[in-house]
């Protein structure tokens, strides 16, 4: 038998989606211009500094976002480019 959650964020965490590095990588795409899109490993750096919430799973250590964490990413994105622009 399982025990619940002290912690409110694993707690939110269990109704997240992980998604896969790949697409990640492809949703990030349209943040950026060209040459300045993240490449897989910029994207494992963040996930590997905290920016970016995920886990690696299965004999490859496959990388996985959590889908909150990115979408918060993309709207810090979103709103540091508009303070850039104002």
Do not use: C
């Amino acid at each position: 038998m399982s025990q619940p959650s002290l912690f409110a964020v694993q707690s939110a965490a269990a109704h997240d989606r992980l998604i896969k590095l790949r697409d990640v990588e492809r949703d990030l795409a349209n943040f950026f211009h060209g040459a300045s899109r993240p490449s897989r490993n910029t994207i494992i750096a963040w996930f590997e500094e905290g920016l970016l919430l995920g886990k690696q799973i299965g004999s490859g250590h496959n990388y996985y976002i959590w889908e909150s964490s990115l979408n918060l990413f993309k709207e810090q994105l979103v709103s540091e480019s508009m303070s850039v622009a104002a």
